[in-house]
Every structure is written in C-alpha cells, then in structure tokens.
C-alpha cells in the first residue's frame, strides 16, 4: 500500500530553528563536524560549509581536501579535529577515490554522533546501517546505494515513482532518506513520511545539494540531543529542504540562481521563518 505523505509547511519548519540565547556559547549552539571536498570537487567543500554557516550554529570543524579554498571563503571555520555534536560527510568525493576520506567516514559512521551522509559517503552508509544516519541521494545515488545492498532498481524507475522508492529504500537501508527531486521525499525506517515541495526549478543546478547538505547538518548540530528520538532526524530534514527552497525562492525570484546564490539567501530564509513564528 502506499504510504500516506505529510506535507511540511515554512510554519513547522520555523519550529527547528534554534535561536541563541544569552546562556549560549558558540559550543553549546553545536559543533559541526564537515568531511566533503575532494582534489576532483574542491567547490562542494566550500557549497557545504557555506550553507551550514548561514543556517547558524555555533562551529564548523572542516576537516575534508578542499581546506584552502573554505578558509579563503569562510576563515571562521576551524580546520582543528575535535568535539562536533553532529557530522556532515560525503559531498564532493568519489566512493571509488576516498583514500583518507574513507578512513574520516568510517570514524564518523563508527561515532555516536548523528551523521548526515551525502555523495562519495552514501554507500558506506548503506554498509553499516544504525540510527541517527540520514542520508541525502539523489536518484542515480539512491539507485547505486540499492544496488550496493543487492536491491536492484534503475535511477529511471525511482524517478518515475520516487515516493514509492523513498520508502522503500528507509525500509530497506535502514537509515532516513531524504530523497532529493523537485518534490523531495524524507522517509524513515517504518516511521515518518514527508513531502516537501515548493522549490523553483532554478534550484535544478549544480552544488544546489551541496548547499542542502550544510543546511541540514547544522540543523542536526544544534538539535543533536534529540537527533536518536523516532521522527526528529525526518523532521529536521523536511525543515532543512523548507529552509533550502525558502532560500531559493529568495534568491530567484524568477530568475537563474547558483547554488551559492542559496546559501547567501539562508540568513533571510531563517528570518522570514522566525517572523511566523512570531520571535
Ligand atoms: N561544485 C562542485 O564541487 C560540485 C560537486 N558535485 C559533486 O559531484 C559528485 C558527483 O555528483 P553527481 O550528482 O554529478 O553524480 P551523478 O551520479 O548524477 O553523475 C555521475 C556522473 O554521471 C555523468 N552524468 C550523469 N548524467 C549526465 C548528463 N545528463 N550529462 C552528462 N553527464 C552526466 C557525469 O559524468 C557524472 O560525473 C558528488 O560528490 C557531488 O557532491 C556536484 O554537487 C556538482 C557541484
Ligand atoms: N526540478 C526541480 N525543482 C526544484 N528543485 C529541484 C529540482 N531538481 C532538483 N532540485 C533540487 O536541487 C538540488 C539538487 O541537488 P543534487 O542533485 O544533489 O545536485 P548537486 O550534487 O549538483 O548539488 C536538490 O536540493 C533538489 O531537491
């Protein structure tokens, strides 16, 4: 039977927004932990960090191969192993070329951190599934994440029914998907099922995922105390793709957009999510 979506509106989105306090210190807003970026897609690197820091938190360690390139663009960020509260893998490498990556993937998959896993780190994430792991395919990854566990299914048939696939995949690899389209299907193992939909097509461009990966890790960072509880990882992805096509709405406004263009737009995203909120 097909599952029943839940919409997710910009008004349950707000609700994930972490706001600082004055008890706040930059630790305690949340750490994130980023290993993307490689030699062959050093932007991605940059797009992910980008898209974390305009979401708000209170860190970002980057500990991936693009380090040049994030501090010239992003000197606040610490290039320091050490303490994260949630991790963003993947994005921008090539499972079949990770070298050391591999090594900072499988340490962050082994942790008891939540994870956020996209590009060159999905099928490791297949490999050893556990809670607290969302993953964030598009529909040639998913189909590769499914073959890689023996389900074999191509990238056209998900794209042609990607909310039976969504599913079916949560079911199957036993992490939360966040299935990536024009509408984007989060689904949990045996749990929740969200839609989101909304986004212009101009966010159809590369890196845009990239982008999504940061907005998504630094919500998980700054609610990582409740990130294992069932339903929070899918709630907090449906309010990162709200908070992602808020700011590609932003930033198009009808016109062509670049992923960055998104990231910049995030800040403005956030307030207008506040302002329903009413803080
Ligand atoms: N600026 C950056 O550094 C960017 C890095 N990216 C990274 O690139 C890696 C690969 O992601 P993809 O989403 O491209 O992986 P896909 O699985 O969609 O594509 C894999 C390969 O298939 C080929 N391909 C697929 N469809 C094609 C088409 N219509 N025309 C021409 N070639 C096609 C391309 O050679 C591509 O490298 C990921 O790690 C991702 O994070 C992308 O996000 C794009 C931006
Ligand atoms: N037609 C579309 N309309 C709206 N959003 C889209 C559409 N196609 C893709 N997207 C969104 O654009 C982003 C593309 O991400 P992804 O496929 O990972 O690209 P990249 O790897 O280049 O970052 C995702 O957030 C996805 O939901």
């Known amino acids: 039977m097909e599952s029943e979506w839940m919409p997710w509106a910009e ?42 820091a305009r979401t708000g938190l209170g860190m970002i360690r980057y500990l991936g191969d693009a380090t040049k390139l994030v501090l010239s663009r992003r000197p606040e960020v610490v290039t320091l192993p050490g303490r994260v509260q949630a991790w963003l893998i993947g994005s921008g490498t090539d499972s079949g070329e990770l070298g050391l990556l591999g090594t900072l993937f499988s340490d962050a998959l082994a942790s008891d951190e939540p994870v956020v896993a996209d590009g060159g780190a999905l099928e490791m994430a297949a490999e050893a599934p556990r809670a607290g792991v969302v993953v964030t395919p598009h529909y040639r990854e998913l189909a590769r994440m499914l073959a890689h566990v023996g389900e074999r299914v191509s990238a056209q048939t998900i794209a042609t029914t990607p909310s ?116």
């Open 11 to 52: 008004r349950d989105a707000a609700a994930y927004v972490a706001v600082p306090t004055e008890r706040d210190d930059k630790y305690s807003r949340g750490v994130l932990g980023i290993v993307t970026g490689s030699a062959e897609y050093p932007g991605a690197g940059v797009l992910g960090v980008e898209g974390a």
């Open 164 to 279: 039976v696939w969504a599913s079916r995949a949560a079911d199957i690899l036993r992490v939360t998907v966040l299935l990536k389209g024009s509408t984007t299907f989060i689904a949990e193992p045996l749990g929740a099922r969200i839609a989101v939909s909304g986004a212009p097509g101009w966010t159809a461009t590369a890196g845009a995922g990239d982008v999504l990966g940061g907005v998504l890790g630094a919500l998980v960072a700054t609610h990582a105390d409740g990130a294992f509880e069932p339903g929070t990882l899918a709630r907090l992805a449906a309010s990162a793709q709200v908070l992602h096509a808020t700011a590609a709405q932003r930033a198009s406004q009808g016109g062509p957009i670049v992923a960055l263009d998104i990231a910049e737009a995030l800040p403005d995203a956030v307030r207008q999510l506040l302002a329903i909120r009413g803080d």
